[in-house]
């Protein structure tokens, strides 16, 4: 059964699971391709071969659907940073280098720290936002001690502090690095008006210098 | 004639102009009210009493009216924190108290600068955007020097990623600080699963160990 097919009803109980995980890859998807803010219900159920009303069986919004997405993204995210982590330093700046470039090969994650507080969090129940922001605090219990082993000298506030900033300036970084086509055709215009950043290089040159603002402190 | 008066057409220019500012002053009002997200074009012209057909004889679009908001916004922030640097330093900390304060103390601004390069920069033409972007120019061709001028220790490129990253922090700290019902119930529910931070206190925070990394590197 693919994700085109024209879903009959789901009966079974994996035929249910399936179509919950295909409803998220066609969401993933979509939001990789157009970005996140640019995807509706309508879309995701046309991508699913599903009709809206039977999608809402199994989300509760659209929302929900990005919300899960970003559960998943941090779930992924932290285990493997977190061994990453272990074989990084003793310099800052590889530390540094190993946090920024985890999140700048999450796309969709930098996407989704964005649109989070800003739109998702909104557009579903308290029984949503709290499996989420639980994984968020998952997460940060596996990243905290592994930062803190690559770097001692960084305390436990310290290393929330960074992943936080961090967080923050991945979300803010991506939209400046994917400009509008009006601000790409102004850039071509007058390179002095406006200039926007590569994601990876500046994201890795923020965390560089927080983390050497944080060990100064 | 007030902005709740239920406009005639104008004629002259002066009524035009009148017009102009009674609707960047209502899109104002609800925006911090409601928060720019959730203000609709039909809002904004039920809240200045014109139709929705009129007040586009004005602007383009919704996202033009923020788009000139946030240009004001850099045109009304620069002279006033340029002039209260010229009064900060020679201590670090001093001058990024200066510059966070001058930041939060516009939470439109704050909001803007998230909503532009997301959504304002994307639905206006060239020319509205080329406007925004020559007023940001400006804004930093005047901060720049006077905040090199309280910390010469500070070179060219690191004042503007002072500021860049100041912008970015400011936005995405504002979002965090202002959640959603479902993430203050959440936080009551539990204050382990979930924090949200004080707006002021933590972008202030920010801007001095971003700082101090600026001048450790």
Redesign the interface.
Known sequence: MTTKAGFLRARRPEQKQQRYAAILDAARDLAVRDGV?AVSLAAIAAEVGMHKSALLRYFETREEIFLRLAETEFQEWAPSTAAALAHAGPEPDDVADVLAGSVADRPLLCQLL?HS???L??N???DV??AY??A??RSLEQMVPALHRALPALDEEACL?LF??A???A???W??AH?????V??HA?DP???HY?DFRASLT??V???????L??
Chains 1, 2 share one sequence.
């Not at 560089?208 to 944080?214: A, P």
């Open positions: 803010g964005l507080p800003l739109t969090e909104r579903v129940s308290l936002v709290r922001k639980q968020v605090r502090d936080a900033m967080g923050i300036a979300a803010g970084l939209q400046a400009p509008s086509p009006q601000v055709a102004l215009e002095n008006t406006t950043p040159r923020f560089r210098v927080y983390l050497s603002g944080l100064a402190a």
